[in-house]
């Protein structure tokens, strides 16, 4: 596998469920992040991980748990979501050098379709 | 007022026109601007990317900033149906963090 996956693809869940997304980024990099993305509306920042350190946490409702075991490995773990939580979850990653210049090429992942009821 | 503004559209042109897609942004220390482009049911890819003023051609893609306006573009030419996605601009907003337009559907047809 290459570059940045992102398992499942699709995910329906009710509102009392709990469920995790996967990300895995093949590419060596040691900055991942999580992005939202409704339709006709900017891709929002979640989440940013920098050498496995939370760095920023855009003021997202604690009903999504961001984890990062290692720099290759990001999970977005949901408990009692909202419909308007429904949207495309796109992880990312890039090279993220400590001091590193803010022109890192972030490359994306396929994204999880998530549907909530 | 949003750090970056993007026309959704949908643009719809035919194949071999010029395509014009561009963005405003608000805030005046943004030096580095991004093009993505995103096909359905696929994450964002980088297109281009240039530092402050400027342009800057990719084979039938140009990128240009305009700072003075604030002002960012990406002109396609001789347009092919195999450019029809979603164009999302993008500038840094510090360190790790990408500030995003909407994005601006296209459909170039034959």
């Known amino acids: 596998e290459t570059g940045v996956t992102q398992t499942p693809r699709h995910l329906v869940m009710g509102m009392t469920n709990k469920k995790s997304l996967k990300c895995e980024q093949h590419l060596g990099h040691n900055a991942m992040y999580w992005y939202k993305q409704s339709a006709k509306k900017p891709l929002e920042l979640m989440f940013v991980y920098n050498f496995k350190e939370q760095t920023e946490n855009n003021s997202v409702p604690s009903r999504f748990s961001p984890e990062c075991p290692n720099s290759s490995h990001l999970f977005l773990h949901l408990h009692t979501l909202q419909p308007e939580d429904s949207a495309l979850y796109l992880c990312?990653?890039?090279?993220?050098?400590?001091?590193?210049?803010?022109?890192?090429?972030?490359?994306f992942g396929p994204g999880t379709r998530l549907t909530v009821l | 007022q949003k750090e970056v503004e993007q026309d959704p559209g949908p643009l719809s042109v035919p194949e071999g026109a010029i395509v014009s897609l561009n963005c405003t942004y608000s805030n005046s220390a943004f030096q580095y601007f991004m093009w993505y482009r995103q096909y359905s049911r696929k994450g964002p890819e980088l297109l281009m990317y240039t530092y402050s003023s400027g342009n800057k051609e990719d084979g039938r893609f140009t990128a240009q900033v305009d700072k003075s306006s604030k002002y960012i573009s990406l002109f396609i030419r001789d347009s092919q149906p195999s450019d029809s996605a979603t164009y999302l601009c993008?500038?840094?907003?510090?360190?790790?963090?990408?500030?995003f337009g909407a994005g601006t559907r296209l459909a170039v047809h034959p």
């Open positions: 990312a990653s890039s090279q993220g050098r400590a001091g590193g210049r803010s022109t890192d090429t972030q490359y």
């Open positions: 993008a500038t840094s907003g510090g360190y790790n963090k990408l500030i």
